[in-house]
Protein backbone atom coordinates (compact mmCIF):
# COMPACT_ATOMS: atom_id res chain seq x y z
CA UNK A 1 0.00 0.00 0.00
CA UNK A 2 1.44 2.96 -1.15
CA UNK A 3 0.59 5.27 1.97
CA UNK A 4 2.98 3.60 3.71
CA UNK A 5 5.78 3.71 1.29
CA UNK A 6 5.99 7.11 1.28
CA UNK A 7 8.68 6.90 3.61
CA UNK A 8 9.12 10.42 4.84
CA UNK A 9 8.59 12.44 2.39
CA UNK A 10 8.40 16.20 3.46
CA UNK A 11 4.74 16.63 2.34
CA UNK A 12 1.92 15.61 4.46
CA UNK A 13 -0.90 15.23 2.35
CA UNK A 14 -1.64 11.70 1.17
CA UNK A 15 -3.58 11.59 -2.34
CA UNK A 16 -7.64 10.67 -2.28
CA UNK A 17 -7.50 7.27 -3.73
CA UNK A 18 -4.72 6.51 -1.44
CA UNK A 19 -7.00 7.76 1.53
CA UNK A 20 -9.68 6.15 0.01
CA UNK A 21 -8.01 2.77 0.08
CA UNK A 22 -6.64 2.72 3.31
CA UNK A 23 -9.95 3.55 4.60
CA UNK A 24 -11.90 1.27 3.33
CA UNK A 25 -9.31 -1.27 4.52
CA UNK A 26 -9.21 0.00 8.10
CA UNK A 27 -12.68 -1.15 8.40
CA UNK A 28 -12.76 -4.43 5.53
CA UNK A 29 -13.65 -7.21 8.03
CA UNK A 30 -11.14 -10.30 7.43
CA UNK A 31 -12.53 -13.51 6.02
CA UNK A 32 -13.06 -16.34 7.55
CA UNK A 33 -10.14 -18.10 7.56
CA UNK A 34 -8.33 -15.41 9.05
CA UNK A 35 -8.54 -16.13 13.12
CA UNK A 36 -4.82 -17.31 13.06
CA UNK A 37 -3.78 -14.17 12.12
CA UNK A 38 -5.33 -12.22 14.48
CA UNK A 39 -4.18 -14.65 17.44
CA UNK A 40 -0.41 -14.08 15.87
CA UNK A 41 -0.80 -10.11 15.49
CA UNK A 42 -1.97 -9.68 18.63
CA UNK A 43 0.68 -12.15 20.63
CA UNK A 44 3.50 -10.31 18.67
CA UNK A 45 2.25 -6.87 19.56
CA UNK A 46 2.02 -8.10 23.33
CA UNK A 47 5.53 -9.95 22.97
CA UNK A 48 7.30 -6.72 22.24
CA UNK A 49 5.48 -4.80 24.28
CA UNK A 50 7.16 -1.71 26.34
CA UNK A 51 5.83 -0.83 29.93
CA UNK A 52 5.59 2.59 31.86
CA UNK A 53 6.84 2.60 35.80
CA UNK A 54 6.91 6.14 37.73
CA UNK A 55 10.39 6.61 39.22
CA UNK A 56 9.35 6.83 42.94
CA UNK A 57 6.78 3.41 42.11
CA UNK A 58 9.70 0.52 43.66
CA UNK A 59 7.25 -1.90 43.93
CA UNK A 60 6.44 -1.19 39.90
CA UNK A 61 10.18 -1.52 39.30
CA UNK A 62 10.36 -4.77 41.24
CA UNK A 63 7.26 -5.83 39.55
CA UNK A 64 9.36 -5.04 36.28
CA UNK A 65 12.05 -6.90 37.39
CA UNK A 66 10.62 -10.26 38.17
CA UNK A 67 8.03 -10.05 35.71
CA UNK A 68 9.29 -9.15 32.21
CA UNK A 69 12.07 -10.37 29.91
CA UNK A 70 15.28 -9.06 30.40
CA UNK A 71 15.80 -6.23 27.33
CA UNK A 72 11.96 -5.29 27.55
CA UNK A 73 11.81 -1.17 27.39
CA UNK A 74 10.76 0.56 30.54
CA UNK A 75 9.68 4.13 30.68
CA UNK A 76 10.49 6.34 33.68
CA UNK A 77 7.68 8.66 33.78
CA UNK A 78 8.69 12.27 34.66
CA UNK A 79 6.50 12.99 37.63
CA UNK A 80 6.73 16.80 38.97
CA UNK A 81 7.40 15.71 42.56
CA UNK A 82 10.15 13.50 42.14
CA UNK A 83 13.77 14.72 42.12
CA UNK A 84 16.74 13.53 39.48
CA UNK A 85 18.57 11.26 42.17
CA UNK A 86 15.24 9.29 41.42
CA UNK A 87 15.10 9.21 38.11
CA UNK A 88 19.07 8.53 38.16
CA UNK A 89 18.22 5.57 40.39
CA UNK A 90 14.67 3.81 38.51
CA UNK A 91 16.71 3.96 35.34
CA UNK A 92 20.04 2.52 36.71
CA UNK A 93 17.75 -0.52 38.56
CA UNK A 94 16.09 -0.94 35.60
CA UNK A 95 19.52 -0.76 33.68
CA UNK A 96 21.67 -2.91 35.80
CA UNK A 97 18.69 -5.99 35.88
CA UNK A 98 19.06 -6.08 32.11
CA UNK A 99 16.16 -3.78 31.28
CA UNK A 100 16.83 -0.51 28.60
CA UNK A 101 15.46 2.12 30.76
CA UNK A 102 13.73 4.73 28.99
CA UNK A 103 13.39 7.90 31.28
CA UNK A 104 11.32 10.96 30.48
CA UNK A 105 12.47 14.34 30.15
CA UNK A 106 9.87 17.02 30.56
CA UNK A 107 11.27 20.07 28.72
CA UNK A 108 9.17 22.87 30.86
CA UNK A 109 10.50 21.46 34.05
CA UNK A 110 14.31 21.30 33.52
CA UNK A 111 15.48 24.56 35.25
CA UNK A 112 18.54 25.44 33.21
CA UNK A 113 21.36 24.32 30.59
CA UNK A 114 23.67 23.25 33.13
CA UNK A 115 20.83 20.72 34.65
CA UNK A 116 19.84 19.47 31.81
CA UNK A 117 23.89 18.76 31.05
CA UNK A 118 24.07 17.42 34.63
CA UNK A 119 20.61 15.08 34.38
CA UNK A 120 21.69 13.43 30.97
CA UNK A 121 25.18 12.70 31.73
CA UNK A 122 24.32 11.04 35.49
CA UNK A 123 21.42 9.15 33.06
CA UNK A 124 23.99 8.00 30.37
CA UNK A 125 27.05 7.65 32.80
CA UNK A 126 25.61 6.25 36.04
CA UNK A 127 22.53 4.31 34.49
CA UNK A 128 23.28 3.20 31.10
CA UNK A 129 20.72 5.21 29.27
CA UNK A 130 20.53 4.79 25.58
CA UNK A 131 17.07 6.23 24.64
CA UNK A 132 15.22 9.16 26.48
CA UNK A 133 11.10 9.80 25.98
CA UNK A 134 11.28 14.10 25.58
CA UNK A 135 7.42 16.12 26.35
CA UNK A 136 6.87 19.83 27.23
CA UNK A 137 5.17 19.11 30.75
CA UNK A 138 2.15 19.42 31.51
CA UNK A 139 2.85 23.11 33.31
CA UNK A 140 1.61 26.64 31.53
CA UNK A 141 5.07 28.38 32.02
CA UNK A 142 8.72 26.58 31.59
CA UNK A 143 11.08 27.31 34.20
CA UNK A 144 14.06 27.34 32.46
CA UNK A 145 14.93 27.77 28.84
CA UNK A 146 13.24 24.88 27.43
CA UNK A 147 9.55 25.51 25.84
CA UNK A 148 8.97 22.31 24.40
CA UNK A 149 10.82 18.95 22.91
CA UNK A 150 12.30 20.67 20.28
CA UNK A 151 14.08 23.03 22.37
CA UNK A 152 15.97 19.62 24.24
CA UNK A 153 16.66 18.48 21.19
CA UNK A 154 18.01 21.09 20.04
CA UNK A 155 20.52 21.80 23.17
CA UNK A 156 23.93 21.47 23.04
CA UNK A 157 23.67 19.23 26.10
CA UNK A 158 21.50 16.88 24.26
CA UNK A 159 24.03 15.32 21.69
CA UNK A 160 25.49 12.72 24.12
CA UNK A 161 27.14 10.21 22.40
CA UNK A 162 25.63 7.18 24.52
CA UNK A 163 22.17 8.28 23.15
CA UNK A 164 20.68 6.64 19.99
CA UNK A 165 16.81 6.62 20.28
CA UNK A 166 14.73 9.15 21.36
CA UNK A 167 10.82 8.43 21.80
CA UNK A 168 8.23 11.20 20.87
CA UNK A 169 4.49 11.56 22.11
CA UNK A 170 1.63 10.58 19.54
CA UNK A 171 -1.81 11.77 19.89
CA UNK A 172 -4.53 9.74 18.59
CA UNK A 173 -7.31 11.48 20.45
CA UNK A 174 -5.33 15.10 20.30
CA UNK A 175 -4.17 17.22 22.82
CA UNK A 176 -6.67 19.29 24.97
CA UNK A 177 -4.22 22.41 24.94
CA UNK A 178 -2.56 21.74 21.78
CA UNK A 179 -4.23 21.50 18.07
CA UNK A 180 -3.53 18.92 15.47
CA UNK A 181 -1.79 21.19 13.08
CA UNK A 182 0.74 21.65 15.64
CA UNK A 183 1.01 18.52 17.28
CA UNK A 184 1.76 17.49 13.70
CA UNK A 185 4.06 19.98 12.67
CA UNK A 186 5.90 19.25 16.01
CA UNK A 187 6.07 15.60 15.49
CA UNK A 188 7.56 16.50 12.00
CA UNK A 189 10.12 18.98 13.58
CA UNK A 190 10.99 16.66 15.93
CA UNK A 191 11.49 13.53 13.81
CA UNK A 192 13.70 15.47 11.43
CA UNK A 193 16.09 17.62 14.62
CA UNK A 194 16.58 13.79 15.90
CA UNK A 195 17.55 12.44 12.53
CA UNK A 196 19.65 15.39 12.28
CA UNK A 197 21.58 14.56 15.51
CA UNK A 198 22.45 10.93 14.65
CA UNK A 199 19.53 9.11 16.63
CA UNK A 200 17.25 6.86 15.31
CA UNK A 201 13.38 8.65 16.26
CA UNK A 202 10.35 6.70 17.87
CA UNK A 203 6.88 7.41 18.58
CA UNK A 204 4.78 6.05 21.82
CA UNK A 205 1.54 7.24 21.85
CA UNK A 206 -0.85 8.70 24.23
CA UNK A 207 -2.97 6.07 25.93
CA UNK A 208 -6.47 5.64 24.25
CA UNK A 209 -9.76 3.45 24.89
CA UNK A 210 -11.30 2.93 21.50
CA UNK A 211 -8.78 1.61 18.09
CA UNK A 212 -10.58 3.68 15.56
CA UNK A 213 -8.84 7.02 16.74
CA UNK A 214 -5.75 5.04 16.84
CA UNK A 215 -6.24 3.59 13.26
CA UNK A 216 -6.68 7.03 12.08
CA UNK A 217 -4.00 8.67 13.70
CA UNK A 218 -2.02 5.86 11.86
CA UNK A 219 -2.89 6.26 9.13
CA UNK A 220 -2.30 9.73 8.91
CA UNK A 221 1.44 8.95 10.50
CA UNK A 222 2.29 6.30 8.22
CA UNK A 223 1.70 8.48 5.06
CA UNK A 224 4.52 10.61 5.75
CA UNK A 225 6.86 8.59 7.98
CA UNK A 226 8.26 4.92 8.13
CA UNK A 227 8.90 5.64 11.93
CA UNK A 228 8.08 3.04 14.81
CA UNK A 229 5.10 2.92 16.36
CA UNK A 230 4.19 1.80 20.19
CA UNK A 231 0.91 1.81 20.58
CA UNK A 232 0.10 3.04 24.53
CA UNK A 233 -3.02 1.58 26.28
CA UNK A 234 -3.76 1.43 30.26
CA UNK A 235 -2.93 -1.39 31.70
CA UNK A 236 -6.38 -3.71 33.34
CA UNK A 237 -7.36 -1.51 36.38
CA UNK A 238 -10.77 -0.10 37.61
CA UNK A 239 -13.03 1.99 35.69
CA UNK A 240 -12.36 4.80 38.06
CA UNK A 241 -8.86 5.12 37.98
CA UNK A 242 -9.20 5.03 34.31
CA UNK A 243 -11.18 8.15 34.18
CA UNK A 244 -9.17 9.54 36.90
CA UNK A 245 -5.88 9.23 34.84
CA UNK A 246 -7.63 10.11 31.51
CA UNK A 247 -8.66 12.95 33.54
CA UNK A 248 -4.98 13.96 34.23
CA UNK A 249 -3.41 13.24 31.22
CA UNK A 250 -6.41 15.15 28.89
CA UNK A 251 -7.88 11.98 27.68
CA UNK A 252 -10.96 12.84 26.53
CA UNK A 253 -13.89 10.94 24.11
CA UNK A 254 -12.49 7.53 24.24
CA UNK A 255 -12.89 8.07 28.09
CA UNK A 256 -16.14 8.84 28.27
CA UNK A 257 -17.07 6.07 25.76
CA UNK A 258 -15.19 3.78 28.60
CA UNK A 259 -18.53 4.77 31.06
CA UNK A 260 -20.98 4.73 28.06
CA UNK A 261 -19.88 1.12 26.86
CA UNK A 262 -19.74 0.24 31.03
CA UNK A 263 -23.74 -0.95 30.47
CA UNK A 264 -24.83 -0.93 34.14
CA UNK A 265 -23.14 -0.08 37.24
CA UNK A 266 -21.86 -2.93 38.39
CA UNK A 267 -19.28 -3.14 35.71
CA UNK A 268 -17.97 -0.24 37.63
CA UNK A 269 -16.54 -2.67 40.12
CA UNK A 270 -14.95 -4.62 36.81
CA UNK A 271 -11.62 -4.03 36.02
CA UNK A 272 -11.60 -2.91 32.70
CA UNK A 273 -8.75 -4.66 30.37
CA UNK A 274 -8.56 -2.78 26.64
CA UNK A 275 -8.99 -6.01 25.29
CA UNK A 276 -11.86 -4.99 22.44
CA UNK A 277 -8.93 -2.13 21.65
CA UNK A 278 -6.39 -4.73 20.75
CA UNK A 279 -9.09 -7.09 18.70
CA UNK A 280 -9.90 -4.17 16.87
CA UNK A 281 -6.47 -3.43 16.03
CA UNK A 282 -5.23 -6.46 15.09
CA UNK A 283 -8.60 -7.05 12.85
CA UNK A 284 -7.98 -4.31 10.83
CA UNK A 285 -7.12 -5.47 7.62
CA UNK A 286 -4.50 -2.51 6.56
CA UNK A 287 -2.52 -3.86 9.55
CA UNK A 288 0.75 -4.86 7.71
CA UNK A 289 0.54 -1.64 6.29
CA UNK A 290 0.24 0.21 9.67
CA UNK A 291 3.11 -1.63 10.93
CA UNK A 292 2.64 -1.00 14.50
CA UNK A 293 5.79 -2.03 16.56
CA UNK A 294 4.17 -3.29 20.26
CA UNK A 295 2.10 -1.85 22.32
CA UNK A 296 3.57 0.57 25.54
CA UNK A 297 1.62 -0.38 28.22
CA UNK A 298 0.13 2.47 31.17
CA UNK A 299 -0.02 0.22 34.56
CA UNK A 300 -2.65 2.28 36.29
CA UNK A 301 -3.79 -0.55 37.92
CA UNK A 302 -0.16 -1.84 38.81
CA UNK A 303 2.99 -3.04 37.11
CA UNK A 304 2.53 -6.60 38.49
CA UNK A 305 -0.94 -6.85 37.35
CA UNK A 306 -0.48 -5.17 33.87
CA UNK A 307 3.15 -7.86 33.46
CA UNK A 308 1.08 -10.93 34.34
CA UNK A 309 -1.75 -9.98 31.66
CA UNK A 310 0.26 -8.75 29.24
CA UNK A 311 2.44 -12.06 29.44
CA UNK A 312 -0.55 -14.68 29.12
CA UNK A 313 -1.58 -13.01 26.37
CA UNK A 314 1.82 -13.35 24.70
CA UNK A 315 1.83 -16.84 25.42
CA UNK A 316 -1.54 -17.12 23.10
CA UNK A 317 -3.31 -17.69 26.40
CA UNK A 318 -6.26 -15.78 25.19
CA UNK A 319 -9.26 -17.27 23.26
CA UNK A 320 -10.61 -15.57 20.19
CA UNK A 321 -14.50 -16.46 20.49
CA UNK A 322 -16.85 -15.25 17.20
CA UNK A 323 -19.41 -12.98 18.56
CA UNK A 324 -22.00 -10.99 16.63
CA UNK A 325 -19.16 -7.22 16.88
CA UNK A 326 -16.12 -9.79 15.67
CA UNK A 327 -13.66 -11.53 18.40
CA UNK A 328 -14.04 -11.37 21.79
CA UNK A 329 -10.49 -11.51 23.12
CA UNK A 330 -10.24 -13.25 26.73
CA UNK A 331 -7.81 -14.58 29.10
N1 LIG B 1 2.56 11.41 26.01
C1 LIG B 1 2.86 11.43 27.27
O1 LIG B 1 3.14 10.40 27.90
C2 LIG B 1 2.83 12.72 28.02
C3 LIG B 1 2.40 13.89 27.43
N2 LIG B 1 2.38 15.05 28.12
C4 LIG B 1 1.95 16.32 27.53
O2 LIG B 1 1.41 16.32 26.23
C5 LIG B 1 1.62 17.61 25.58
C6 LIG B 1 1.96 17.44 24.12
O3 LIG B 1 3.22 17.73 23.67
P1 LIG B 1 4.57 16.91 23.63
O4 LIG B 1 4.43 15.51 23.24
O5 LIG B 1 5.26 17.17 24.88
O6 LIG B 1 5.25 17.65 22.37
P2 LIG B 1 6.03 19.02 22.26
O7 LIG B 1 6.89 19.26 23.42
O8 LIG B 1 6.67 18.99 20.94
O9 LIG B 1 4.87 20.09 22.22
C7 LIG B 1 4.07 20.23 21.09
C8 LIG B 1 3.59 21.67 20.95
O10 LIG B 1 2.60 21.91 21.92
C9 LIG B 1 2.95 23.03 22.73
N3 LIG B 1 2.51 22.69 24.08
C10 LIG B 1 2.97 21.68 24.85
N4 LIG B 1 2.34 21.64 26.01
C11 LIG B 1 1.44 22.63 25.99
C12 LIG B 1 0.49 23.08 26.90
N5 LIG B 1 0.33 22.52 28.11
N6 LIG B 1 -0.28 24.15 26.55
C13 LIG B 1 -0.13 24.73 25.34
N7 LIG B 1 0.76 24.35 24.42
C14 LIG B 1 1.54 23.30 24.73
C15 LIG B 1 4.44 23.15 22.62
O11 LIG B 1 4.90 24.46 22.84
C16 LIG B 1 4.67 22.71 21.18
O12 LIG B 1 4.43 23.76 20.28
C17 LIG B 1 2.57 18.33 26.47
O13 LIG B 1 1.89 19.28 27.25
C18 LIG B 1 3.13 17.22 27.32
O14 LIG B 1 3.61 17.68 28.53
C19 LIG B 1 2.82 15.04 29.40
C20 LIG B 1 3.26 13.91 30.02
C21 LIG B 1 3.28 12.67 29.38
N1 LIG C 1 -0.62 14.87 29.23
C1 LIG C 1 -0.15 13.86 29.97
N2 LIG C 1 0.31 14.10 31.21
C2 LIG C 1 0.79 13.11 31.97
O1 LIG C 1 1.23 13.38 33.10
C3 LIG C 1 0.79 11.78 31.44
C4 LIG C 1 0.28 11.57 30.17
N3 LIG C 1 -0.16 12.62 29.45
N4 LIG C 1 0.24 10.31 29.65
C5 LIG C 1 0.52 9.16 30.45
C6 LIG C 1 1.57 9.43 31.45
C7 LIG C 1 1.59 8.46 32.61
N5 LIG C 1 1.43 9.26 33.78
C8 LIG C 1 1.46 8.80 35.10
C9 LIG C 1 1.08 9.62 36.14
C10 LIG C 1 1.13 9.17 37.44
C11 LIG C 1 1.56 7.89 37.71
C12 LIG C 1 1.61 7.40 39.11
O2 LIG C 1 1.81 6.23 39.35
N6 LIG C 1 1.41 8.31 40.09
C13 LIG C 1 1.36 8.05 41.51
C14 LIG C 1 0.05 7.46 41.89
C15 LIG C 1 -0.97 8.53 41.78
C16 LIG C 1 -2.39 8.09 41.95
O3 LIG C 1 -2.70 6.88 42.02
O4 LIG C 1 -3.18 9.01 42.01
C17 LIG C 1 2.57 7.34 42.06
O5 LIG C 1 2.48 6.60 43.01
O6 LIG C 1 3.67 7.60 41.53
C18 LIG C 1 1.93 7.06 36.68
C19 LIG C 1 1.88 7.52 35.39
C20 LIG C 1 1.35 10.63 33.51
N7 LIG C 1 1.26 10.73 32.11
Redesign the pocket.
Known amino acids: MSACRSKDRSSPTITVTEAVTVQSALTAPLSAAEPATVRERIAGLAREASY?VAARDARGIDAAIARLSPGTLVSV??LPLDDDEARVLASRRLREAGFEPVP?I???MVTSDDHLQRLLRRLCDEAGVRQL????????QASGPF????A?IASAAFAQPALSRIW????PEG?P??DHA??NA??D??IAAVRALGMTPGV???FCFDADPILRWLLDFRARHDVPVRI?LAGPAGIRTLLRFAAI??VGASARSLVTRSASIARLLVDTTPDPIIRDLAETAAYHDLQPMGFHL?PFGGLDRTARWMGSVAAGGFELRASASGFQVTE
Do not use: M, N
Not at 133 to 140: A, M, P, R, T, Y
Not at 147 to 150: L, P, R, Y
Not at 168 to 171: A, D, Q, S
Open positions: ETWHAARLVISGDVKEDSALLGGYHKVTLTLAKITQGCGF
